[in-house]
């Protein structure tokens, strides 16, 4: 079973930065993944960014694509999303999410096939 524990939420006006840690208990096998999701009041959720355990390639949704930056420190077991350039309708809460083994790209953004969730952490950008 792994536990994954976010941090890093908070309240920021428009264009402003936040960076978001998630911290996994627990093996994930290099051939799994962890990315982040966010669901914003009364909509579903969606996927905005992920990475293979075992590879530096990242996927990220187009509406966050070159403001947002997924990475994971291997040394640290961490997850990272850095969000630059925030916008009001990025405000959501927001989720780390992870499994434990490969799905095909396509599906990486697909909260479906997540197997282990965080509690989420709020995000509310001001315009």
């Known amino acids: 079973q792994v536990q994954l524990v976010e941090s890093g939420g908070g309240s920021v006006q428009a264009g402003g930065s936040l960076r978001l840690s998630c911290a996994p208990s627990?093996?994930?096998?290099?051939?799994?993944?962890m990315g982040w999701f966010r669901q914003a009041p009364g909509k579903e959720r969606e996927g905005v960014a992920a990475?293979?355990?075992?590879?530096?390639?990242?996927y990220y949704a187009d509406s966050v694509k070159g403001r947002f930056t997924i990475s994971r420190d291997s040394a640290k077991n961490t997850l990272y999303l850095q969000m630059n350039s925030l916008k009001p309708e990025d405000t959501a809460t927001y989720y780390c999410?992870?499994?434990?083994?490969?799905?095909?790209?396509?599906?990486?953004?697909?909260?479906?096939?997540?197997?282990?969730w965080g509690q989420g952490t709020q995000v509310t950008v001001s315009s």
């Open positions: 990475v293979y355990i075992g590879s530096t390639s990242t």
């Open positions: 627990g093996y994930i096998r290099s051939s799994g993944y």
């Open positions: 999410a992870a499994r434990d083994g490969y799905i095909i790209p396509s599906r990486l953004l697909m909260s479906d096939y997540c197997q282990y």
